[in-house]
């Protein structure tokens, strides 16, 4: 390291990718980031103080090597960069632009001054990458002869199965839905990330090896018991998928839908894919979001962008202070009022308050029924999207096919690393983890991926008969 | 005898001694009674340099060595009607007996038997008369039965000396298989036979006895017919109190004061001879002498046999003397060319005897003296008109009248004194070594049979690796990301060892999870105490990296000087340069032949493959030896998927070894061609087991890789290894490279002892761990990585430099400090107790500590029953840490909260400013109870001193023992610069060692000038855990400190090469149960306290220390950590984001952390200790100190590694009486009557002159008033003169040591060594009584290191000082006429005038100040080190003049008042010198405040 490098942070002022303007972007579907100069991604590399103790290195899921990257950042050797950023990421152009960063909370810069851009330097390496033609799929020199079948194609999914393949295995993806990425092609909107690059990881991977199986619902279209005739081993992968519902009176009524309904919707449209399903669309409409996390703020976005008269969203928390006592929080993830992108872009934010019913006209909701410090309140509503996180997997679908246990929090039980109570099964994921973020599904998919490699290598395993 | 054996981790082999010597002779050799009675007043008055053990009527032996005092014998024989040959031609043979009459009976017929054996006569036994009155009952019970055997010339031999041969044969075959016999015969005091001496000239008297009791003991000494033209004497201080007679001095030819350093080697070297060497003068009989050297022997007892070998196979005297301890040659350009000759022509022949070492010695017929290369001992020698010598380690130890001494000088280094008694003559160093230098063409031989690598012809180099390839074989060889990133690249860049910052928290390499490198598994060892380490850098002029590659002649043959020699100028070779050593053959008319031998083994086997594969490499060497093939190269080049380099240190250590057994080493020469070395660590660990030479193949081909833009990487990296090896060597104080080789100068720590004993063997090992199997299958485990297909993800993270996921584990962690954090800033004990959970149950894998569990003493107790945390934290200490490496608000703060609650905080080297001195309104003390003492002395003054509590002697440090530093110039702001009395923006060294400590003595005369300065402080000695510290600490002790610091490796530090940051130094646990084994074996522990430091984190880890020993405990990192430290690793960049490390203003800014926060946690700590306590049993910490029962060992059995670690010797509790901890220290006062007389005339009259007599046992004169007058005056003192003292004679050590503002002292006569050391504001003058018929520039009036971190004050000496004279002078005014080598070294302030000429190494790392020599032979330009100053002409003429009629008024100087009689000319002769930094920072009006770097 260089002596002007290991005092920029001095000179230097934190400088980030900034949204596009909100007027003009809540007109597209566009990605709302735009990206930073190379240089300057370089200089503000620079700041990094490569510490003794990286915490940010710890307070990142995937391990990512921060500092070593940001080095060659730094230094202008982006493919080296680009080696080590892959080192522990497979998919760094996703948690580029989705992950909530909690290596930038963690950064020793956050400290008494303004973190290091992290994960804009972690995008500006693999985006340059894809650029120049850097990424190619890197086949493993021979097979192992080892099947295995993935159920779910998310981000844990993708992770688990690229590993396998490099690692000389045959991974099979099978998913439900008509393409590939779970809820980073239907969960996200592609104002946060652009589906293009989905299909070009995909490609790579198919590249190396992965089959992917589209539109194939394992338990509906082919059985578990007949994947674990036809594969040495089988990976769950399927997300956690069930919503969590809000029972409150009015509740059946037309115009409230889940958020994960809505957002689904949403990006076929955007995807070109018309639904035959009853439409579920914001324009004109007053919208009224319940939760205030990720989801809630995709709901948000997409609605404004469909054009919603209003846009409400509601927490049932206080309001989190304004910034946190670092003394005590730093370099935890810290409770503290954050705003979106979409939150950005418009509409109201109400904190501390419960629904209590649902208030209908014809069958279709009105109003929301809410309460505040004991006094009552309605909001008036005429879409509404329940965006209040995930209780588990689905009961009902493979889980329950491959008769795995789970715990009381509705994951999968994993005894071993990532070994289910059943043999040959294995989970990672939210499945297995319960609802997360990206960042921890790559990580999931990657460690189980290595668990699935050694159990391949032990001789007991070896000599089970497909 | 009753010293105790090996128990535990007390080893008798790692003993110490050092002392005072000296010897008086008559030139002409005529002999008379009264020598030897000089001899012995000698030895009275180098008392004080003893040592004194837990009964102080026991010494720790004296001794003396005279001619056959014929007469006396004569006498005897008469009586006895014996009939005596005539002298000559009988030999007497000084016994040592057992004391059961059985044993003694066999050791008495064993000599008759082979004294008749070889053919001489045995004549008789003569019992030694002696007088045991006075003597100890130790002593007495532990006394030989002592007799002597006369034994005549028989008729087989031609003369004198081939007498002396014969005598040699007979003692070696009658002493060398005792221990054996001893065994056999079960008779075990046989084994203590001895024979101090045997020979027709000189005959040794010496025993456990003080040096008073010499002479009673002895009547023989004092009997008139008892007559000897010299007497050699010696007084020993040992580390030990172990009583035993046979390790006193003198040995047969020599008395030593000082320390071998490569002793291990040296053996080794001279045992691998066996098969080599062969003399046409000793003929058959040199077969019956093996060993030459016989192990368990002290440095001493070895060196004087290599002489005796040297002697007897025809060397002379002071040839032999030249050949062990050479000068310093290699690069001394100043050196007459023959002499140069001389000395390279011997190098080949044998190593040297490396280490601080003043050396009297004699056969009887000769006498003299020799100094080390770096003249690390004093010798101080007078001659007199009467034709007496008498030399010794002190000035004034015979009263001789002034007006007799016709000339005092000493020794320089690597000088020699010689009297020739049948000559009648003294011949000085340059005859003698001239004579012997011209003795034969050294020159032409050389020219002839010496080669130099680089000469050779190119012989090509091999194809470079692809790609592909290097990140295979890097995995192979178990790189990382790191040591790309901390070593190749920037050692390739800057040729320099990198640095690095904080402590280690990680593993020792045995409990790592994660394969680590063989070398790993070794320690280097380094000086403390009993030896200096050397300043590479600024002494470079001493040290040497030229390698010898190849067979070397015969040490004792005639054609030594045909032998061919293949040298290289440093032992890194390049891969061109290995081409041309494999390719030797062709040329040098094939007196070299070189084979590769393959150090690879087949990657489907197990351990007995890796065994099979060494067994094969030794056999290979063997056959190819003996095949006359004369270079091996052991070679890993052959790694492929199938083939596993063997651990280069196994394969080098095996072979070495392996042909030192057979005694065929000295017939080749052994050449590492390794992937897997890169660290300068790694090459210091090939050349300690042997290796040559060293090609680093892979190293150069990954730099090749990855190092672009710079010229030449890798001679970049050749230049930065050999700083390292240099830096080293040096930490260990050895100078050249030749006698590093093979000494193994390592401790192992977790490798089995099998595995020591066959492939390292004499490596000390503490701790048992890993055996070939464990070893293999870490080689296998790299091997995998590189090889397998899988994962191609690059190289692995390391993480040991800094923290990674899946890299090395490391104590602190990102959860570690939050929670640590978290709990003292928001006060949240059960944050607390996660961190406290966290590093002790990670420390399992992590520290020895972590292996060890808690076992109750009784049932629990209620913890209300358990003393106060408010009592625990009292206990408790903050580390030494500089204001300077750290910011005033982290030092503050230390400070602050350590006094708020009773705990003490330590300066560091640093000094402290005088505001925190004084406590604030409200009671707050900013003041560290704890003033260190370090080597650079910065801000050292007398009122430093005196308020202190306790004052601590940092001997080493835990990040980097046996080590200097440096604070660059930009981090010398003006704050900084007032404290330390120095300038801004000028850069300061600490150097390596102390200058006044280079031996067990000195640091006792440097704990009685502290003592003396503040007789209420406690005095502390500050160790670094290694082998052998507990013997170190009982020396410690026997100086009379009160207090022993034991600091671990793990310790911090602000800035340290990375070598050093982990190879060096063990963990806590070792020393720590070492000192307190050792001290409580000598009944030494009750006196001392013991702190145990480095790393400490938690109660837990409070608990386990005091278990196994410590009464105190010290904290850094981790109250460090509660003020805010985030282990950023930043430290030696200044750029430290938390405002901790950093003199930066905006950084500093940053700075949150509260006194409460570290209160905080020194008391979660003694909470958590308190619960400990409870469960365990105990009440009070006491209790608990030294209960090594109440620990067991915990089990690793599923530890793929580690589970042969076993840490049963630091549980081992000696079996005797004896206090097993601290006691309270009884009161002291001091009564020195000049300062007595001076401080009760400053009571009465406010002003005081005394005139007084002293002499050399009169040490530190003006110290204990000086610091009544600071704690009095302050720093400010008094009026200059108020109190004056005229002294007569000579004084003894530290004369005027710390003197204070307001005091003069003026002595007429002479001094020892460190006058004015610290002076700190008074005035010396030294001068000669105006009776003295000898000019002043020709005769030494001060010994060594005089004005040593002088902070100000004025000293005026008339005649020439020793060495490094003003060494790291801050502001002292001195005047002188001369003075010996590195004079102004460090220098960072004052002024020093010379107007004599200055020794060589002048002005070396002086950074301020100004000096002015008169050098009218243009003598300067050569003597001068010019790295840091300039020559220039004289600027402020009016200083120079004023001080030196001020010289001329005072001393009365005959050369200050000719020069001042032609002033001008004069004037034109003074050279100015002045330090590049000093010059700009005065050029420099205003000195920039520290930005960051």
Known sequence: MTMTQATAFMATARSDRIYRDVKERVRDWHEVLSPLEAGEVSQQAERCMDCGIPFCHSGCPVNNLIPDWNELAASGQWQRALDRLHATNNFPEFTGRVCPAPCEAACTLNLDDAPVTIKTIECEIVDRGFREGWIGPRVAPRGTGKRIAIVGSGPAGLACAQQLARAGHSPTVFEKADRVGGLLRYGIPDFKLDKSLIDRRVAQMEAEGVIFRTAMEVGVSVSVERLLDDYHLLVLAGGAEEPRDLEAPGRELKGIHFAMDYLTQANRRVAGLVDDDESIVASGRHVVVIGGGDTGSDCIGTAHRQGAASVTQLEILTQPPLSEDKSVTWPNWPMKLRTSSSQEEGGSREFSIGTTGFRGDAGRVSAVMCERDGQEMEIHAELVLLAMGFTGVARDGVAGSAKVRLTERDTIETLGPYQTSVPRIFACGDMRRGQSLVVWAIREGRECAAAVSRALAAPKLQSVER | ??????????????????????????????????????????????????????????????????????????????????????????????????????????????????????????????????????????????????????????????????????????????????????????????????????????????????????????????????????????????????????????????????????????????????????????????????????????????????????????????????????????????????????????????????????????????????????????????????????????????????????????????????IDLEEGRIVDDDEVKGRLAEAEPYGDWLRETQFNLKNLPSAGTEQATDAAELTRLQRAFGYTEEDLKFFLRPMAEEPDDPIGSMGTDTPVAVLSKRPRLLYEYFK?????????????????????????????????????????????????????????????????????????????????????????????????????????????????????????????????????????????????????????????????????????????????????????????????????????????????????????????????????????????FGTSSTVEGIELAELAEECARRHRSGYSTVDDDGLAVGGQWAHRIGGEAHAWTPDSIANLQHAVRGNLPEKYRAFAREINEQEGPLTLRGLLDLRPAGPPVAIEDVEPAADIVRRFATGAMSFGSISREAHTTLAEAMNSIGGRSNTGEGGEEPERFRVGSEGVSFRSAIKQVASGRFGVTTEYLVNADELQIKIAQGAKPGEGGQLPGHKVDREIAKVRHSTPGVGLISPPPHHDIYSIEDLAQLIHDLRHVNPAARISVKLVSEVGVGTVAAGVAKCTADHITISGFEGGTGASPLTSLVHAGLPWEIGLAEAQQTLVLNGLRGRVTLQADGGLRTGRDVAIAALLGADEFGFATAPLIAAGCIMMRKCHLNTCPVGIATQDAVLRARFTGQPGHVVNYFFYVAEELREIMAALGTRRLEEMIGRVDLLEIKSLADHWKAKGVDLRSLLHQPTVEGSRRATPPCARSFDVPVDKALLEGLDDDGSAFVELHVSNVDRSIGTVASGEIARRFGHEGLPPGTLRARLIGTAGQSFGAFLSRGLTLELIGDANDYVGKGLSGGCLIVRPPEAARRQAHENIIVGNTCLYGAIEGEAYFAGVAGERFAVRNSGAVAVVEGMGDHGCEYMTGGVVVSIGSVGRNFAAGMSGGIAYVWDPDRQLQRQCNHTSVNLEPVEDVDRLLELVQHYGEVTGSQRALALLANWPEALSQFVQIMPHEYRRALTDNAVPEVKAA
């Not at chain 2, 998927?641 to 250590?653: H, V």
């Not at chain 2, 040559?692 to 190293?699: D, G, K, Q, Y």
Request: glycine fraction near 8%; charged fraction near 20%.
């Open chain 2, 524 to 760: 280097q060892n380094f000086a403390q105490v009993t030896n200096p380490p050397i300043d590479p850098i600024r002494e470079s002029l001493v040290m040497s990296l030229v390698s010898m590659i190849g067979p070397r002649p015969n040490l004792l043959g005639r054609h030594a000087g045909t032998h061919k020699r293949l040298e290289v100028s440093q032992p890194i070779l390049t891969n061109e340069d290995l081409e041309k050593i494999r390719s030797i053959g062709d040329h040098l008319d094939g007196a070299f032949r070189t084979i590769t031998l393959d150090a690879t083994w087949p990657s489907n086997g197990d351990a007995q493959a890796l065994e099979a594969a060494l067994q094969r490499l030794c056999w290979e060497a063997t056959e190819a030896v003996l095949a006359d093939i004369n270079v091996l190269v052991l070679s890993d080049r052959a790694v492929a998927p199938n083939r596993i380099p063997i651990p280069a240190a196994l394969a080098i250590g095996a072979v070495h070894h392996h042909l030192i057994r057979q005694g065929l080493r000295m017939q080749t020469g052994l050449v590492a061609e390794t992937g897997e070395a890169r660290e300068v660590h790694h090459m210091c660990v090939l050349a300690g087991y042997g290796a040559e030479a060293i090609n680093p193949w892979l190293a150069f081909d990954t730099i090749d890789d990855i190092v672009s833009g710079v010229p030449d990487p890798k001679s970049n990296y050749v230049k930065a290894l050999n700083k390292g090896i240099l830096k080293v060597m040096s930490k260990m104080g050895i100078s050249t490279f030749q006698s590093y080789c093979g000494a193994q100068i390592f401790d192992s720590i977790g490798i089995s002892s099998t595995l020591v004993e066959r492939y390292f």
């Open chain 2, 1 to 418: 005898m009753d010293e105790p054996r090996v128990q535990g981790l007390y080893d008798p082999r790692h003993e110490h001694d050092s002392c005072g010597m000296g010897f008086v002779a008559h030139v002409k050799g005529a002999p008379s009674n009264d020598i030897i009675a000089k001899g012995l007043q000698i030895l009275a008055s180098l008392d004080h340099r003893g040592g004194v053990a837990a009964d102080p009527t026991i010494g720790d032996g004296a001794g003396c060595l005279i001619q056959i005092p014929d007469a006396l014998l004569r006498a005897w024989a008469v009586e006895q009607r014996i009939n005596l040959p005539p002298a000559g031609d009988y030999a007497v043979a000084m016994c040592f007996l057992p004391r059961d009459s059985a044993s003694r009976e066999v050791a008495e017929a064993r000599l008759e038997h082979f004294v008749r054996l070889e053919g001489q006569v045995f004549i008789g036994w003569r019992d030694v008369p002696v007088n045991a009155c006075g003597l100890g009952s130790a002593v007495l019970n532990s006394a030989p039965v002592i007799r002597q055997a006369l034994i005549g010339r028989g008729p087989n031999v031609r003369d004198q000396d081939a007498f002396e041969r014969k005598l040699l044969a007979i003692r070696k075959q009658t002493q060398n298989p005792l221990e054996k016999l001893a065994e056999q015969q079960r008779l075990p005091g046989l084994a203590d036979f001895y024979i101090p001496s045997f020979s027709s000239r000189t005959i040794v008297y010496k025993g456990l006895l003080l040096p008073r009791q010499l002479g009673s003991f002895y009547s023989d000494l004092t009997d008139p017919l008892t007559k000897s033209a010299l007497a050699m004497v010696h007084q020993r201080f040992s580390t030990n109190t172990f009583p035993s007679w046979r390790l006193a001095h003198p040995y047969r030819f020599i008395a030593h004061n000082g320390e071998i350093n490569t002793v291990r080697g040296n053996v080794n070297w001279m045992n691998a001879r066996r098969r080599t060497l062969e003399s046409p003068l000793i003929g058959a009989d040199l077969d019956k002498m093996w060993p030459i050297i016989p192990h368990g022997q002290s440095d001493t007892a070895c060196l004087d046999n290599a002489l005796e070998l040297l002697v007897a196979g025809g060397y002379p005297l002071a040839h032999a003397m030249m050949l062990l301890i050479p000068e310093a040659w290699a690069g001394n350009e100043q050196m007459d060319p023959a002499r140069r000759a001389f000395y390279e022509f011997h190098a080949a022949l044998m190593e040297p005897w490396d280490g601080p070492a003043a050396i009297a010695f004699t056969d009887g017929r000769q006498i003299g003296a020799t100094l080390d290369r770096n003249g690390l001992r004093p010798a101080r020698f007078c001659l007199t008109d009467d034709d007496l010598v008498v030399m010794a380690s002190e000035s004034g130890v015979l009263p001789i009248p002034e007006e007799k001494i016709t000339r005092k000088w000493r020794l320089q280094p690597g000088k020699m004194l010689l």
